[in-house]
C-alpha cells in the first residue's frame, strides 16, 4: 500500500526557508491532492496547503505569502519550501495524500518530521 | 475561510463511558466532515469520513452524525484503545481543522 515518508533538516534558524521532502512509495503520485499538514507542540494541527499531481495548488490563507508546494512526478515525491521562519514556524510537519475520491479525506499519513526554528 | 469550533478542549471519562465530541463549522459544509484519532507520538489516522462512514478496520462502537452545521463523533462504550486526541476536519471549502479533544482516562 502507499507509504509517506517526510525528509529534511530538524533544524533551520529564524529567516530562512524551511525545506521538505515527501516521498511516496508503493503507488504513483498520479491521480492524487498532496498535502502538507503541520501541528506545533501541544497544539491542534493546521493545514498549510496542497497540490495535485498535475501542479495545481491551493494554499492556507494564513501562510500563503511564504510557502510552495512543488511536485516532481519522475520522483515521486512532492516539497515544501516555508520561507521566512520564526520560532512559532517550530512544529510538527506530516504530509499526507488528500484523496478526493472519497469525498475529500486524508487517508495516507507519513509519520512526521520535527523542524525547530532556532539559531 | 470556514471556522471549526471543537469541544470539549479535553474530557475525562472510564472504559465503557458513552463519549460525545462535537464541531461546530462557521457555515454550511455539507457532509464535507471527517474525524481522525491521534495517539501521542503518532500521525492522525482517519476514522469517519463524510460525516458518518466509518473508515475500514474501524471499530462500529464509532458513529457520525450531523445536525445542520453541527456535527458529533460517538464513541459508544469507551475501550482502553481509544483514549487519544480526536480532530475534526472540514473539506468542503480548502481544510481546517477543529483545535482537537484530548480524551484521557478517568
Known amino acids: 500500500q502507499v507509504q509517506l515518508q517526510e525528509s529534511g533538516p530538524g533544524l533551520v534558524k529564524p529567516s530562512e526557508t524551511l525545506s521538505l521532502t515527501c516521498i511516496v512509495s508503493?503507488?504513483?503520485?498520479?491521480?492524487?491532492?498532496w498535502s502538507w499538514i503541520r501541528q506545533p507542540p501541544g497544539k491542534g494541527l493546521e493545514w498549510i496547503g496542497y497540490?495535485?499531481?498535475?501542479?495545481?495548488?491551493d494554499y492556507n490563507p494564513s501562510l500563503k505569502s511564504r510557502v510552495t508546494i512543488s511536485v516532481d512526478t519522475s520522483k515521486n515525491h512532492f516539497s515544501l519550501k516555508l520561507s521566512s521562519v520564526t520560532a512559532a514556524d517550530t512544529a510538527v510537519y506530516y504530509c499526507?495524500?488528500?484523496?478526493?475520491?472519497?469525498?475529500?479525506?486524508?487517508?495516507?499519513w507519513g509519520q512526521g518530521t520535527t523542524v525547530t526554528v532556532s539559531s | 475561510d470556514i471556522l471549526m469550533t471543537q469541544s470539549p478542549s479535553s474530557l475525562s471519562a472510564s472504559v465503557g463511558d458513552r463519549v460525545t465530541i462535537t464541531c461546530r463549522a462557521s457555515?454550511?459544509?455539507?457532509?464535507?466532515l471527517n474525524w481522525y484519532q491521534q495517539k501521542p507520538g503518532k500521525a492522525p489516522k482517519l476514522l469517519i469520513y463524510?460525516?458518518?462512514t466509518l473508515q475500514s478496520g474501524v471499530p462500529s462502537r464509532f458513529s457520525g452524525s450531523r445536525s445542520g452545521t453541527d456535527f458529533t463523533l460517538t464513541i459508544s462504550s469507551l475501550q482502553p484503545e481509544d483514549f487519544a486526541t480526536y480532530h475534526c476536519q472540514q473539506t468542503y471549502s480548502a481544510v481546517t481543522f477543529g483545535q482537537g479533544t484530548k480524551l484521557e482516562s478517568k
Open positions: 457555515q454550511s459544509i455539507s457532509s464535507y
Open positions: 497540490i495535485f499531481y498535475s501542479g495545481s495548488t
Open positions: 499526507a495524500r488528500y484523496n478526493a475520491l472519497i469525498r475529500n479525506v486524508m487517508d495516507v
Open positions: 508503493g503507488g504513483s503520485i498520479s491521480g492524487y491532492y
Open positions: 463524510s460525516t458518518s
